[in-house]
């Protein structure tokens, strides 16, 4: 997962313990309904792909018990202490350009991984031939192209510097080679990768106090690539996390779409 520009959001950043916490209080609730419904339970042996935080290495952990196993992978590790005890195994791995972690998983789950992975046809056909027959895959990515917007009611000048910004991020992440627009095609992914009764969902939030928090966050830990390609200015920051501080605003998230199936 490796950028020719460097990770624009790298983990070691202050920022970024605040963006895992905030991706945990919008979409977990939806990860764990899905992996829930796909049976995870005691003795599963289960692939966390580009783990980054820890709640959803977590809930996989109880879930599978001291009879099964969680192996938590990412090229970095450094936030994955806390949980590195069985029945997790943590790994430094490359999901895009590295052989599977193991084989005959009962279930691998990736989310917000495979869209800044460069070689992303890869990283899924290591996922789909990591599992064994009947396992599950759950991939779960953002599509920015289908809604680009920081606030989708765009109705006054904090509203359009919010906007943007939103734009001038989802540009530097195209630049270092995130596809914008692959949530929409997992659902088609997972059929051609030769899995079985595939179903997708997406969940689009509009507005938490956790959208605030990861608006923020990502903000700051944007700043300087913003500044330094002109994108906005020193001012424009500051004044958007002024707002962000005052409260009042709605910060909406791109899509996050959910497509799941079975290797046959």
């Known amino acids: ?16 313990g605040e963006r895992f916490d905030a991706f945990a209080s919008l979409f977990d609730p939806t990860t764990f309904r899905h992996l829930e419904g796909l049976g995870v339970g005691p003795g599963w042996r289960c692939w966390e792909v580009g783990a ?8 996989l ?26 029945p997790v195994e943590v790994r430094v791995h490359d999901a895009g350009a590295e052989e599977p972690p193991g084989e005959d ?7 917000l991984v495979l869209v800044h992975v460069p070689d992303r046809d890869r990283a ?13 895959l759950l991939v779960e990515d953002a599509d920015p192209a289908l809604q680009p917007l920081a606030c989708p009611d ?13 734009t001038g991020f989802r540009r530097l992440l195209a ?19 030769g ?31 913003l500044v330094r390609t002109g994108r906005a200015t020193d001012d424009d920051v500051d004044r958007h996390l002024a707002h962000i501080e005052a409260g009042g605003m709605h910060f909406a998230t791109a899509p996050m779409i959910s497509a799941w199936g079975r290797k046959g």
Not at 52 to 59: I, K
Not at 184 to 193: C, G
């Open 1 to 16: 997962m490796t950028r020719p520009d460097g990770y624009l959001l790298d983990n070691q950043q202050t920022e970024a």
């Open 154 to 166: 765009e109705h006054g000048p904090e509203q359009q510097l919010a906007n943007r910004l939103r």
């Open 195 to 225: 899995l079985q009764r595939v179903e997708a969902e997406a969940y689009f939030p509009l507005t938490s106090p956790a959208g605030a928090a990861l608006e923020s966050a990502t903000i700051r830990q944007i700043r300087a690539e």
């Open 105 to 111: 998983f009962d279930l691998v789950h990736a989310r």
């Open 52 to 59: 980054g935080g820890t709640s959803v290495v977590s809930w």
């Open 124 to 136: 899924l056909r290591s996922m789909v031939r990591s599992l064994r027959p009947g396992g599950r």
């Open 175 to 193: 630049e270092r080679g995130a596809d914008l627009s692959y949530g929409r095609r997992l659902p088609r992914l997972l059929r051609e990768a």
């Open 61 to 86: 952990a109880k879930k599978v018990g001291r009879t099964g196993q969680v192996v938590a992978t990412d090229i970095d590790t450094s936030r994955l202490g806390p949980v590195a005890r069985p």
